[in-house]
C-alpha cells in the first residue's frame, strides 16, 4: 500500500458538523453545498435533500444526523474531500450532534441573521467545544430585509467568546456567499491526523437496520485502515466479524476499496443481531487490536417514559423486535417489559423529550407497520420508602400508597430562557405557574435578557414551551439541564371507569393542583370516550376518595339500529368506518377507550377545557 498517497489523501480531507438552533437553515445550507459541489444532480435536487427519513420530509425538521461525502475542487487547484455531518437541532435530539461532533474536527456554527444567537446555538456551541473542534462562525438568512449580520456578530462574540469578524455571510436560499464558505472550510477546518499505519481504530458514530445487508454501521475511522474480508473486533462486546463491504454516502451509498484513518463511511460485516453492537462503540482488527478503546458516549438518561401497547396483543414479540431494530437507529430510546392490567404485555419506554416520544411512535408504525396504544408521559419520581430505600417510579401506577413511603422526590431542571426584554414579563408569570423559582435574570445585549429558573422537569416537558412561544410570538428559545430531585408534595390520581381503576390513566401531580387537574381529566375523558350501549361512570380518586366525576350517557338505539339495517352499501360503509376507528381502541374491561384517551393527561390545559 502506498502510504505517502494515503498521507496526501488524508491532508485533502475535512469532516465537518452543521449545527444551530433549530430552523437556522443547516438543512438548506448542505442542499446548496451538495449542489455547487456537483454532489447531486439538479434533477436530483430537492429541498433539504439529507432529511431522507420520511417523518423528516413531513415535519420539514431533522431528526437523525445525516453524513455524506462530497468532492470539491478548490481555489488552489486541488481536490478534497469534505465529510459533511447535517444535525438536528431539537433540544430533544442534542444527543444525535454530539455523536456527530465526535467524528469531525470542525463545526460550522449557523446563526439566522434575523434570529441572532438562540438558547441552542449555545448549547450546540458548548458540545463543540467540548470535543475541541474548530468552530466556523456562519451567517445565514442574509437575502432576508430584516437581516442583521452585525448584530449577529456582536452577540457570537459576547454571548460566546468567538471571534466573528471574519464569520461567512451566506443565503442558504440564493446560495449567495456558499462559493466563499466552502473555500473556507478547506483553509480553518484542520485535516484528519490519525495514524495509517497503527492498528484499526473506528469510532461507531451511528446504525441502522437494513433488511438486505444486515447491521450497517456509519463509522469515523480514527486510526488504521479497514477494508473487505479484514476479521474486525466490536471492542465493547468482544464479538468478531468479517467487514463484507465498505463505503460512503454520497448521499446514496458508493462502495469503496477501503476506508483509511480520517473518513466518514459505512461498513457492514454481516451483523445480524442488534444486541452487537452499540452507538459508541470502537472497531479494531481481531488480529492486530489496538491497545485502549476510545471513549465513546455518555449514554444520557431518558427524561420521559410512556408504556407502548400493540393494539393487538399477539404482536407483542414483533413490537419487540421493531423497537429493537429502532433502537439500533436511535441509541437515546430505552425500553423494557411491563403490563399493565388495563393494556396487557407491552413495553415501558425511556425518551428524550415529547418530539422524540412523538417520533419514535410514529416511526414504529410507519416503518414497522405497527398500530399502538401509548400511555400518558411521565417523569421519573424517586419514592422514598419507610425502610429508607428509594424506589423508581417511571410509571405513576406504581407509586405505592401513601402510608408506605416518606415522600415523592421530582426531577428539577434550571431552565434559560432567552426572550426580548419586552416579553420579560409573561415568561415570568409563566414559570411562576409552573412552580418556578426565580434564579436570575442577566442581560444579553441592549434588547435581550436571559432568565434562569429551577423548575420541575414535569412541568417544563408537557406544554411548557408552546406556552412560552405563545405568550411570546415565538420569540423566546429555551434549554434546560437536569439539576437533581427535590421532594415535592406530590400525590397519585387514579381514574376510575365503571368504578375499576385504570392504571394506565393515572397520573401524579402537586397537591395544589390534584383536584383541579383530576376534573380536567373527568371532563376530557368524557369527551375523548365514545359512548357505548351502556352507561361509563367516569372518577378521579386519591386513594380511597373520589375528587372528581362524570358521565358518559350510552347510544340511543336507534342508532345501532341505523347501522344494523340500513342500505347495504350504507352498512358497509358505517362498518368499515368503525373498524378502522377500532383499530386505536382498546377495551380496557367492558369499556372502548381510543388511544386519544390515554394521552388526555397531555390535553388538559386545552383552552376548550380551560374554565369549564
Ligand atoms: N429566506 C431564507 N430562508 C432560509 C434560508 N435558509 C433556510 N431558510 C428557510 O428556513 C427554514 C428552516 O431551514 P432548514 O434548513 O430546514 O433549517 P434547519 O436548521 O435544518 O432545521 P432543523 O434541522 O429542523 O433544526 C426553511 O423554511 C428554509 O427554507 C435563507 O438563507 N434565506
Known sequence: MDIKKLQDYQKHVRNFSIVAHIDHGKSTIADRILELT??????QMKNQLLDDMPLERQRGITIKLNSVQVKYHAQDGEDYIFHLIDTPGHVDFSYEVSRSLAACEGALLVVDATQGVQAQTLANTYLALDD??????????????????????????????????????????????????LERIVKDVPAPSGDLTAPLKALIFDSKYDDYRGVVLAV?????????????KIMNTGKEFEVTEVGVSSPHPVKKDML?????????????????????????????????????????????YSGMYPVDNQKYDDLKEALQKLQLNDAALEFEPETSQALGFGFRCGFLGLLHMDVVQERLEQEFDMDLIMTAPSVDYHAIMNDGSTKLIDNPADLPDAGEYREVQEPYVKAEIMVPNDY?????????????????MDYLDKYRVNVKYNMPLAEIIFDFFDELKSSTKGYASLDYEITG??????????????????????FIAHRSEAQER????????????????????????????????????PYRKD???????????????LLEKQKRGKKRMKAVGKVEVPQDAFMAVLKMNDEDIKGK
Open 38 to 43: 456537483d454532489t447531486v444532480s439538479e434533477r
Open 132 to 181: 475541541d473542534l474548530e468552530i466556523l462562525p456562519v451567517i445565514n438568512k442574509i437575502d432576508l430585509p430584516s437581516a442583521d449580520p452585525d448584530m449577529c456578530k456582536d452577540e457570537i462574540e459576547e454571548m460566546i467568546g468567538l471571534d466573528a469578524t471574519d464569520a461567512v455571510e451566506v443565503s442558504g436560499k440564493t446560495g449567495q456567499g456558499i462559493p466563499e464558505l
Open 220 to 232: 469515523r475511522i480514527e486510526e488504521g485502515i479497514v477494508k473487505p474480508g479484514d476479521r474486525i
Open 260 to 304: 483509511v484513518a480520517g473518513d466518514v463511511g459505512y461498513l457492514t460485516a454481516n451483523i445480524k443481531s442488534v444486541r452487537e453492537t452499540r452507538v459508541g462503540d470502537t472497531i479494531t482488527s481481531a488480529q492486530k487490536p489496538t491497545a485502549e478503546p476510545l471513549p465513546g458516549y455518555r449514554q444520557i438518561p431518558p427524561m420521559v
Open 424 to 440: 420579560v414579563g409573561p415568561v415570568m408569570e409563566l414559570c411562576q405557574r409552573k412552580r418556578g423559582e426565580f434564579i436570575t
Open 485 to 506: 430531585y427535590r421532594a415535592t408534595d406530590l400525590v397519585k390520581i387514579d381514574m376510575l371507569l365503571n368504578k375499576e381503576p385504570i392504571d394506565a390513566l393515572s
Open 518 to 553: 383530576a376534573r380536567q381529566m373527568t371532563s376530557m375523558l368524557k369527551k375523548l370516550i365514545p359512548r357505548q350501549n351502556f352507561e361509563v361512570d367516569i372518577q378521579g380518586a386519591i386513594g380511597a376518595k373520589i375528587i372528581s366525576r362524570a358521565t358518559i350517557k
Open 559 to 573: 342508532v345501532t339500529w341505523k347501522i344494523h339495517t340500513g342500505d347495504p352499501d350504507r352498512r358497509a360503509k
